[in-house]
């Protein structure tokens, strides 16, 4: 019984689309927002900006810094 649901699922871990995304036939793409002087590309709406996903900086820490003391870090009771 297994081995059925197993193979029944097969088919729909394979249907991943490798092609360019593109609207839906009869859609077109957002309007342009205001101020921008035109439309923004697929490309453009699917790459996040940098403040939703922001760089790692590679400043090490060279010296320790020594804490703050911090008001919640209370004891297990």
Not at 24 to 48: D, E, F, N
């Amino acid at each position: 019984m297994r081995a059925l649901w197993l193979l029944a699922a097969l088919p729909l871990a394979a249907c991943g689309s490798t092609q360019a995304l593109k609207p839906a036939p009869g859609q077109a793409l957002p309007v342009a927002p205001y101020g921008a002087p035109q439309r923004p590309a697929v490309s453009g709406l699917l790459t996040p900006s940098v403040q939703a996903r922001p760089q790692r900086t590679g400043e090490v820490l060279r010296n320790s810094q020594k804490r703050e003391p911090d008001p919640f870090d209370l004891p297990p009771r």
